[in-house]
């Protein structure tokens, strides 16, 4: 159409929203981009899967055009997070870190995996990650699941998963995608951001056991919670610290190294360790799926 000026994050823009998105920023500005970006979601009825707003998509959209010049975003009433920015988070006191060693037959009967994502137990997660991962924790945007994985009533590995990486060469490659293809299905792609196995946790191969159960369970957990079917899971293992070799005993295959670019770096501005791209399918026919 004569008046779209811009396609960001999947949103067509035509200069009636932009001259709403100023008149917004004119009468509301004082009350902070993330008002104008929540007030913006509901004229737009904007939303996910799931019913609830795209609120972080709708503040990323207002950074670009602001970045772009279209529109200027009032100033922010709260410093931005910096790079590196982690969330504080809490272990409880009580906290069982007596050493567990077993055998893993002997106990995987007793092994239950919890979705904890929006329950009480999710403060857990966050703690024990934020405590024992080499990452620690940040909340990160978008779409997540997460799981704590409990012998009995003890916690002894923490296994999370969000939204896929925008662009990865190999990954991409193997699936089939060009740019618009990509755009369109990115969404049923997943990223396994985080796994964590408690540092007292001493029994071998419970690692990839874990992996099988979780992905067992995955696509119907997070069709159930965001409403949409997911085919294909990624992760990413820094080749400084590991060599995935519990991902290729659940039978993931390795695709290729990255680059040591961040997520969102779109001009190899910023250098981070090389990681090993995995990939593990939820179905037969992914690939199909990824392109349709």
């Known amino acids: 159409m004569e008046n779209q000026i811009a396609t960001i994050r999947n949103r067509v823009i035509h200069h009636a929203d932009i001259e ?12 902070g981009r993330t008002h104008i970006s929540r007030r913006l979601c509901r004229i737009w009825e904007w939303r996910q899967e799931n019913g609830s707003y795209k609120e972080i998509a709708c503040r990323d959209l207002l950074r670009r055009l602001d970045s772009k010049g279209y529109i200027k975003l009032p100033p922010m009433l709260r410093p931005a997070r ?11 006191i009580e906290l069982d870190t007596s050493d567990l060693n077993f055998r893993l037959k002997t106990v995987k009967y007793n092994i239950n995996i919890r979705q904890v994502r929006g329950t009480s137990d999710e403060r857990l997660f966050n703690g024990l990650i934020g405590k024992y991962h080499y990452i620690g924790y940040f909340q990160g945007a978008g779409k997540q699941l997460k799981y704590i994985v409990y012998l009995d009533k003890r916690p002894i590995a923490c296994i999370g998963f ?18 618009e293809t990509r755009r369109n299905n990115l969404n049923i792609v997943v990223d396994n951001s985080r ?23 995955l696509s ?5 919670h965001h409403c949409h079917r ?10 400084e610290r590991f060599k995935g070799t519990c991902y290729k005993a659940a039978n993931w295959q390795f695709l290729g190294l990255t680059k040591g670019r961040g997520r969102n770096d779109r001009y190899s501005n910023t250098k981070k360790s090389i990681k090993a791209v995995f990939i593990r399918s939820l179905c037969r026919n992914f690939r199909k799926l990824c392109n349709e």
């Open 220 to 224: 119907a957990d997070w069709e159930k």
């Open 162 to 179: 969000g939204v896929s990486a925008l662009k990865v060469e190999c990954r991409d490659k193997f699936i089939g995608w060009n740019t």
């Open 20 to 31: 709403l998105i100023e008149n917004l920023i004119n009468g509301e500005g004082h009350l």
């Open 230 to 239: 997911i085919v294909l899971v990624e992760t990413f293992v820094d080749t």
């Open 82 to 92: 910096r790079v590196g920015y982690k969330n504080k988070t809490k272990v409880p």
């Open 195 to 217: 796994f964590l196995i408690l540092p007292w946790v001493k029994i071998p191969h419970l690692a990839s056991y874990i992996l099988g159960r979780t992905l067992r369970q």
